[in-house]
């Protein structure tokens, strides 16, 4: 049973536009949620989080939004950049229990100039 | 601050040989994971621990998968008997937690060790 779902494996962005990377999951327990970025022959590096008392969480050129109703949150990339070029990982967990970190199955991120 | 450190990077072996990996966590945190990558898809946890107990293992296949975590600091991960299914990258994490807060911190993860069954 795939609880984090990421249906997009792969998206193709022009540098400087939006990058908007979905992820949908299936428990109503999971109240964080969690993005990774990897590059290739490195592990997951931690990019953003927001917790589900939010519906936002901005960083930078990254924003996280939530809508707890649709269980679904997405990752924007403004303006994108060729260095932004990786695979996006989707998590999630439930804070109050044994907090296990449940991976979607990625999206191939590629920006061009 | 140094990362979570994991060796070997790469290891081939032969189907039915056993094989070991090990994890040395940022110093001070709590929590300790091990994850599989199979190629193409999101890494899958075989096993978490806190400080030096089991948190979860419910998905270590345990007839071949072994952890444990020394003093509840390094880990190692042994597979004997290995399988072609087992060529995956075995990625380790760990996270500051202490099962205290009220919201999840994020887990910081290592290079992975790449293993292919041949």
């Known amino acids: 049973d795939q609880q984090v779902k990421q249906n997009s494996p792969s998206l193709s962005v022009q540098e400087g536009r939006i990058s908007i990377l979905n992820c949908d999951y299936t428990?109503?327990?999971?109240?964080?949620f969690l993005w990774y970025k990897k590059y290739p022959a490195e592990g997951p590096t931690f990019l953003i989080s927001?917790?589900?008392?939010?519906d936002k969480n901005e960083d930078g050129r990254f924003t996280v939004f939530l809508n707890k109703s649709a269980k679904h949150l997405s990752l924007h990339i403004v303006p994108s950049q060729p260095g932004d070029s990786a695979v996006y990982f989707c998590?999630?967990?439930?804070?109050?229990?044994?907090?296990?970190?449940?991976f979607g199955t990625g999206t191939r991120l590629q920006v061009f100039p | 601050e140094a990362g979570v450190a994991q060796s070997p990077r790469y290891k081939i072996i032969e189907k039915r040989q056993s094989v070991a990996f090990w994890c040395n966590p940022i110093s001070g945190h709590a929590t300790l994971y091990w994850y599989q990558q199979i190629l193409g898809q999101g890494p899958k946890l075989l096993i978490q621990f806190q400080n030096n107990g089991v948190v979860d293992d419910s998905q270590l296949p345990k007839d071949r998968f072994s952890a444990e975590r020394l003093k509840g600091v390094d880990s190692t991960l042994k597979i004997q008997p290995a399988k072609l299914e087992d060529s995956a990258v075995y990625l380790c994490?760990?996270?500051?937690?202490?099962?205290?807060?009220?919201?999840?911190?994020?887990?910081?993860f290592g290079q992975g060790t790449r293993l292919t069954v041949v």
């Open positions: 998590a999630a967990l439930r804070s109050y229990n044994t907090d296990k970190l449940i």
């Open positions: 428990n109503s327990m999971f109240d964080y």
């Open positions: 927001i917790s589900s008392i939010k």
């Open positions: 994490a760990s996270s500051l937690d202490t099962g205290q807060r009220v919201f999840g911190t994020e887990a910081f």
